[in-house]
């Protein structure tokens, strides 16, 4: 049975279609990536998937189960987690408690027991601090825990928000631009460090990315989206060579029949 | 400096600290928290006066009617947006005040409800604070705390994190309100006298000030600027008719150049945190170099 299973999904923002008709399968330990020109539609695909937009149509399954109406944090809770293409972390909180934030929905201790520090609340915090760290030390941060965001570099911040998808242990993550303002070098260390998540941990990926190199090196399977519609879906080297992408990308007068 | 100016101090802390939780961590303004102040101190105060109950269960319905209450409230309008929960909360305040003034035969109406028994003390309103402050102290360090502090970030990063927006805010308001139900429990049975126009807005926004003063994120702050900021207009008895301004002036003042607050987000924990780490270096950088 495939993980996600997402059937004719439509969107529109007043006249503007921005996802129109698009159906996608990803199987488990799959990354599926997204790429098109800016406006294409591949954010609201995921503020879709993730229900932070109401459908206008279709359908959005996972692991069968029929999520399209759920909320958004049902959605979460069910497995799917995202970063954000602008990083959105919570400022006023350190790296470490942001981290502990997507364990902290799980009803570890009540609220009486947090304000009379009952033997629940202390060993629900341990554990919390527990899983938060190995996440932490999974991308790298854990010597940075005291640390307020804010004062991290750029491709730090986009290695927390990692991090911090991550804790909510997820089936499926969904990652929104995660190289983008990363130097070469960076670039790198993201997919080393996306395919050892894949290796390591049971979880399938989507990815929303321009850097080619990236994509190409890290996903099985691509949709190439433009104006709201799919124009191409295949293996990285059926993409290669599409005509349409070709033509998306480049603007070439092909022909073109999608 | 007299006892009754203590007492007043000590209530005033725990006001500022019953909108912590909702002002200062959750991003929520309540300019009507001291409604549930009147609400604590008149279930209490005619339950005592009219039916002779004793302290405890004047207290305890007090404090548990404010909880009633503000469930009610906040079914509807915590799903609101917060600048229309701040309305709301202003209008709120200002009704639970015309309904005490109104309902005479109950309340006592403007002319307030007196002779409530003296049970409380100055020792148990120093009890009563130091609890308080530990109560909402534990609360911020705790998943709760943080859940609040992610959604006043973050809404919609919050949501997609697992965290249920509504359920949160509602645990964190009826908490506070039983809090603030507290403060008027206290009161009543200190002041022995109550009457409706104790607890109007004024007092709920001077709380707000109190907290900005502080800083929305410490609670060490908060209950240090309701302490200075309470005690200052006494303090400055000497200069009577600047007394006003002087008070505004230096509340303008730290609002301007610390727009953060007296203390950012700096708790009285960090500074043992930080002395520890002080007194720990000395034995750390050895185990570096080796």
Redesign the interface.
């Known amino acids: 049975m495939a993980l996600l299973d997402v059937k004719n999904i439509n969107k529109r923002f007043g006249g503007v279609v921005a996802v129109d008709d698009f159906s996608m399968v990803v199987e488990p330990n799959e990354i599926v990536g997204i790429i098109g020109p800016n406006g294409a539609g591949k954010t609201t695909i995921y503020n879709l998937i993730?229900k932070?937009y109401e459908l206008d149509s279709g359908q959005v399954y996972l692991e069968g189960e029929e999520i399209s109406h759920q909320?958004?944090?049902k959605v979460?809770?069910l497995g799917i987690?995202?970063t954000?293409q602008n990083i959105?972390?919570?400022?006023?909180?350190t790296v470490l408690?942001n981290v502990?934030?997507?364990?902290?929905?799980k009803p570890?201790?009540t609220?009486a027991e947090?304000?009379?520090?009952l033997p629940r609340?202390w060993k629900?915090?341990a554990e919390?601090k527990r899983e938060a760290m190995e996440c932490l030390e999974l991308v790298g941060l854990a010597h940075l825990c005291n640390e307020k965001p804010s004062n991290l570099p750029y491709g730090m911040q986009r290695r927390l928000e990692i991090a911090?998808a991550l804790a909510?242990k997820p089936k499926l993550l969904l990652l929104d631009e995660p190289a983008a303002g990363l130097n070469p070098e960076e670039a790198l260390g993201l997919v080393d460090f996306l395919k050892n998540i894949m290796k390591n941990l049971d979880i399938s990926m989507i990815l929303i990315e321009h850097r080619m190199d990236v994509i190409m090196e890290l996903c099985d399977r691509i949709y190439v989206q433009d104006f709201g519609k799919t124009i191409a879906m295949g293996t990285p080297e059926q993409i290669q060579t599409d005509a349409c992408v070709l033509a998306a990308y480049l603007g070439e007068e092909e022909e073109c029949n999608a | 400096m007299n006892e009754s100016v203590i007492v007043f101090t000590l209530i005033t802390i725990i006001g500022v600290v019953s909108i912590f939780p909702l002002t200062g961590l959750t991003g929520l303004f309540s300019f009507g928290q001291a409604a549930y102040m009147a609400v604590g101190a008149y279930i209490a105060g005619i339950l005592a006066v009219f039916y002779q109950m004793p302290l405890i269960v004047c207290g305890l319905a007090g404090v548990l009617g404010c909880g009633v209450l503000s469930m009610i409230v906040g079914y509807p309008t915590l799903k609101l947006r917060r600048d229309f929960f701040a309305l709301m909360s202003l209008f709120l305040g200002e009704a639970i005040k015309a309904v005490l003034n109104a309902s005479g035969n109950i309340t006592g109406g403007a002319q307030g409800l007196s002779s409530i028994p003296k049970w409380v003390g100055l020792p148990g309103v120093i009890v009563g604070t130091i609890v308080v402050v530990a109560?909402?102290a534990?609360?911020k360090y705790?998943?709760?705390g943080?859940?609040c502090?992610?959604i006043?970030?973050?809404e919609?990063?919050?949501?997609?994190?697992?965290?249920?927006?509504f359920a949160t805010k509602m645990?964190v308001y009826v908490?506070t309100s039983m809090i603030a139900g507290f403060a008027g429990v206290l009161y009543a049975f200190y002041i022995q006298y109550i009457d409706p126009n104790m607890f109007g807005w004024t007092t709920s926004s001077s709380w707000v000030i109190f907290l900005f003063f502080g800083g929305t994120?410490s609670l060490t702050g908060s209950v240090l600027s309701a302490a200075i900021l309470t005690m200052l207009p006494e303090m400055l008895r000497f200069a009577s008719e600047l007394r006003t301004v002087i008070y505004c002036v230096i509340i303008i003042a730290v609002l301007n150049f610390r727009p953060q607050g007296l203390l950012g987000?700096k708790e009285i924990s960090d500074l043992f945190k930080w002395i520890k780490s002080k007194l720990a270096k000395p034995k750390k950088l050895p185990d570096k170099a080796a």
């Open positions: 993730s932070v909320k958004q944090e979460a809770k987690a995202r954000f959105r972390l919570f400022q006023s909180l408690d502990k934030v997507p364990c902290d929905y570890r201790y609220f947090s304000i009379l520090m609340r629900g915090e919390t911090r909510l | 109560l909402v534990f609360m705790s998943r709760f943080r859940m502090l992610a006043k970030t973050d919609l990063a919050a949501k997609s994190f697992g965290i249920s927006v645990k908490f994120v987000d």
